[in-house]
């Protein structure tokens, strides 16, 4: 038992575990900071990607109507890879997507309108797109 508290009150002994815990907190905050900017990169680029969709969408709409929308939007749906889309009417019936009824309530979330859902903007008809973690419209 001697043998150990001297060990613990020993200078080097000291030092050492006063090199450590700087290391490890060091280490701890470099990480912390690469994930916290790592996860903002990949934020900021889904929700680029996404205005710029829903750009896409909105002036395909105005170009041609809901029968364009529609079309544009079974397209891209139907391409492998490709994003969650759903295109519903003023009822709420599936007009076009890979997502239905069913898909958004397994998911737990809601359609987000992103600006797309305005009466004025397309009458009759809704587009909602599904972002995973996000339950706020951007």
Same mark, same amino acid.
Request: hydrophobic share 50%; aromatic share 6%.
């Given at each position: 038992?001697?043998?150990?508290?001297? #060990?613990?009150?020993?200078?080097?002994?000291?030092? +050492? =575990?006063?090199?450590?815990?700087?290391?490890?907190?060091? @280490?701890?905050?470099?990480?912390?900071?690469?994930?916290?900017?790592?996860? %903002?990169?990949?934020?900021?680029?889904?929700?680029? +990607?996404?205005?710029?969709?829903? +750009?896409?969408?909105?002036?395909?709409?105005?170009?041609?109507?809901?029968?364009?929308?529609?079309?544009?939007? @079974?397209?891209?749906?139907?391409?492998?890879?490709?994003?969650?889309?759903?295109?519903?009417? @003023? +009822?709420?019936? !599936?007009?076009?997507?890979?997502? %239905?009824?069913?898909? #958004?309530?397994? =998911?737990? !979330?809601?359609?987000?309108? =992103? $600006? =797309?859902? %305005?009466?004025? #903007?397309?009458?009759?008809? $809704?587009?909602?797109?599904?972002?995973?973690?996000? %339950?706020?419209? @951007?």
């Amino acid at each position: 038992m001697t043998a150990l508290i001297r #060990l613990l009150s020993s200078t080097p002994f000291r030092l +050492t =575990l006063a090199y450590m815990g700087a290391f490890v907190a060091a @280490a701890a905050l470099i990480v912390g900071f690469i994930a916290w900017r790592a996860n %903002d990169l990949l934020t900021n680029k889904v929700v680029e +990607t996404l205005e710029a969709e829903v +750009t896409g969408l909105r002036e395909q709409f105005q170009a041609g109507g809901a029968e364009r929308l529609a079309a544009v939007i @079974a397209q891209r749906a139907g391409e492998p890879g490709s994003g969650l889309y759903l295109l519903v009417d @003023a +009822t709420g019936r !599936k007009v076009a997507g890979n997502l %239905d009824r069913v898909g #958004l309530a397994a =998911l737990g !979330k809601q359609p987000l309108p =992103l $600006g =797309l859902t %305005d009466p004025e #903007l397309l009458g009759d008809v $809704g587009l909602g797109l599904i972002r995973r973690g996000h %339950d706020q419209p @951007a």
